[in-house]
Structure formats: structure tokens, C-alpha cells
């Protein structure tokens, strides 16, 4: 079945420093969603990708999907504390009734 | 809008007690998801409904754990009877023509 792949697992990094999390495939994806969720709280969404080569940016958040469709990546310009929490990638598979599959999620911690 | 509404939002039982988890989806929406989240296993699928049909159980893990849903309103997830592996935040989700999914704050369940 349809899979993907996300690292790292864990981030740690300093207040004001950049932070990227990468979503793997081994097949074509027909898109990507990204979802955010905070310690304690529930996912929450944040974007869909469904362009080969897409771009996105929210504020200091910017999301990409891959040429191939096989990858996508987001990444957070200059962490804030508020930043902190998982971030989850997912497929939804249109032919299954709007099935989501998540990947393991990154967890970020950012040290103020 | 109040979201969807997961209930109740904690639950201790022994092992063996018989546990429903109910939740209301956001009005109008027509998919409903019942996921479970552990450290080990992540965010996992469980079973989900579309115009209240359950579209796809494969996530269900065993004959112990049974989803209804009655009306476009309302759901249930029942475990009976429960076991300690069964200890997870079981979420709760909807999602209007099937792509962007709007979780509930989740049901804490800890089996003793």
C-alpha cells in the first residue's frame, strides 16, 4: 500500500534557526497534505500540494512537492517557540473514499 | 463553527470494561475518521465513514473495536472488551468532499 517515509524523527534546534522536514515515496504521489500538530493538541491542517515542482509559502513556513512527485518538504525560516510541536506529512487516496495516510511526523523542539 | 466534539476527553477503565468513545462531526461535512495515535505505532487509521457508510475497516485492529455511525451527526467507537494495549488518544475527524480533515481534541483512553 501507499507509504511514506519522513525524517528526521526528532529536531532540536535553537530559537531563530531553520528547521526542514522531508517526506519520501518510493511512488508517485497525486498530492500531500501537511499538518501540524502541538504538544498535548490534535493535528491541524496546513496545506495540500497537488502540482508536480509546487511551491507554497505561509508567513515563515514554506512547502514544496517534488518534480517527480515523490518528495516534499517543509521548511520554517528563523523558529519561533510557537513553531514547537510535530509536523506530519500525508497522502490522501482519492480512490479510497478520501483515505489519509500519515507519515511518522518530526518532532520539533525549539530551544528559546 | 464548534468544531468537531470528541467525548469524553479522558477515560480510565480496567481491563476487560467494555469503553464507547463518541464524536459529532462538523455539520455538513460527510467523511468521518476514527483514528488511534500511540508513541510506537504514530497516527493510525482506523476506519472511516463516507455519507455514514464505513468505507474502509482494514485499520480496525481486531474483532474487539466496532464503529457506528447512525446519523450524519453523530459516532461511535466501542471496545469491548478493552485491554491495556489498547491504551491511545483516539481522534476523531471529518472532512467536507474529502480533502482537507478537521480532527477533535481527542479521547485520552488508559486501560489498567
Known amino acids: 500500500g501507499q507509504q511514506v517515509m519522513q525524517i528526521p524523527q526528532y529536531q532540536h534546534v535553537q530559537e531563530g534557526e531553520d528547521f526542514t522536514t522531508y517526506c519520501n515515496s518510493s511512488t508517485t504521489l497525486s498530492n500531500i497534505q501537511w499538518y501540524k500538530q502541538r504538544p498535548g493538541g490534535h493535528p491541524v491542517f496546513l496545506i495540500q500540494?497537488?502540482?508536480?515542482?509546487e511551491v507554497k509559502k505561509q508567513k515563515r513556513l514554506t512547502f514544496q512537492f517534488g518534480e517527480a512527485k515523490k518528495n516534499s518538504s517543509l521548511h520554517i525560516t528563523a523558529t519561533q517557540t510557537t513553531d514547537v510541536g510535530t509536523y506530519f506529512c500525508a497522502v490522501l487516496i482519492y480512490n479510497q473514499g478520501g483515505k489519509l495516510i500519515f507519515g511518522q511526523g518530526t518532532e520539533l523542539s525549539v530551544k528559546p | 463553527d464548534a468544531g468537531v466534539i470528541q467525548s469524553p476527553r479522558h477515560e480510565v477503565t480496567e481491563m476487560g470494561q467494555e469503553v464507547t468513545l463518541r464524536c459529532k462531526p462538523i455539520?455538513?461535512?460527510?467523511?468521518l475518521f476514527w483514528y488511534r495515535q500511540t508513541m510506537m505505532r504514530g497516527l493510525e487509521l482506523l476506519i472511516y465513514f463516507n455519507n455514514n457508510v464505513p468505507i474502509d475497516d482494514s485499520g480496525m485492529p481486531e474483532d474487539r473495536f466496532s464503529a457506528k455511525m447512525p446519523n450524519a451527526s453523530f459516532s461511535t467507537l466501542k471496545i469491548q472488551p478493552s485491554e491495556p494495549r489498547d491504551s491511545a488518544v483516539y481522534f476523531c475527524a471529518s472532512s467536507l468532499d474529502r480533502v482537507e480533515q478537521f480532527f477533535g481534541p481527542g479521547t485520552r483512553l488508559t486501560v489498567l
Open positions: 455539520s455538513g461535512h460527510n467523511s
Open positions: 500540494l497537488v502540482k508536480s515542482g
